[in-house]
């Protein structure tokens, strides 16, 4: 009888001995597909976030007309205003105006290269640098200086020259602001709408400063 019992207890152990063991595997399996699982979606991201990426790129890199012509226009505009400024180096006799010069030029050469870059990614054309050439643009753009007025400014030097000098390029930063404005209201390329909004806050900035400069001489 004891005998028998004992039997029974050891299949009865045997059996959920079995059982656990079936249990386990299936754990083991389930643990198993979910790794797999997480390997899927792991490869699956990078192409998720390549598609992203593509798609903010096309986004952004969406531009029309009036950005081309933006950046084409002010790409002259802001060569004009860097000759300007390299007058200054040689004829202005106020060390403000030298500094603002060069502040000038060091905002907007980078600019240049910019909007180049741009034009170049889109298949257009960049300008020719016009610097030092006779070329009449100053009905092109608005306030661009003539033929007439950078050879009064080249003749000029020491006070008269500063003041000749602040009142172009209060002008010429003027006519800077409506080319951004315009591009503001009518561009689609992202980028483009930025730094035009950074040309309208700095060239605000530099005329207010420009006229006070005006008004101490």
């Known amino acids: 009888m004891t005998a028998h019992r004992t039997i ?11 059982v656990a063991a079936l249990v386990l595997t299936a754990c083991s399996d389930g643990a ?6 997480g390997s899927m979606e792991s490869n699956s991201s990078p192409t998720t976030a390549a598609t992203a990426t593509a798609s903010a790129q096309a986004k952004a890199g ?3 007309d009036a950005d081309v012509s933006f950046s084409t226009e002010m790409i002259q505009h802001h060569r004009q205003a860097i000759e300007m400024a390299d007058l200054a180096d040689s004829r202005a006799s106020s060390q403000e105006v030298k500094d603002l010069a060069t502040k000038i030029k060091g905002a907007q050469d980078p600019e240049i290269r910019t909007m180049s870059g741009w034009l170049t990614s889109w298949g257009e054309a960049v300008p020719e640098d016009m610097s030092g050439m006779e070329h009449d643009t100053s009905s092109a753009m608005p306030g661009m200086m003539s033929d007439d007025d950078m050879a009064k400014l080249e003749k000029a030097s020491g006070a ?23 591009e503001q209201a009518n561009g689609t390329y992202a980028p483009a709408k930025q730094l035009a909004d950074a040309v309208v806050t700095a060239q605000t900035a530099e005329i207010e400063q420009m006229k006070q400069m005006l008004e101490k001489s």
């Not at 198993?32 to 699982?37: A, I, T």
């Not at 500063?162 to 315009?182: N, P, R, S």
């Open 62 to 64: 969406d531009h029309n």
């Open 8 to 18: 029974i207890r050891r299949t009865a152990l045997a059996a959920t001995t079995a």
């Open 32 to 37: 198993g597909g979910g790794h797999d699982m």
């Open 160 to 182: 008269e020259f500063d003041t000749m000098f602040l009142e172009m390029m209060v002008q010429h930063h003027e006519g800077a602001i409506d080319m951004a404005k315009t």
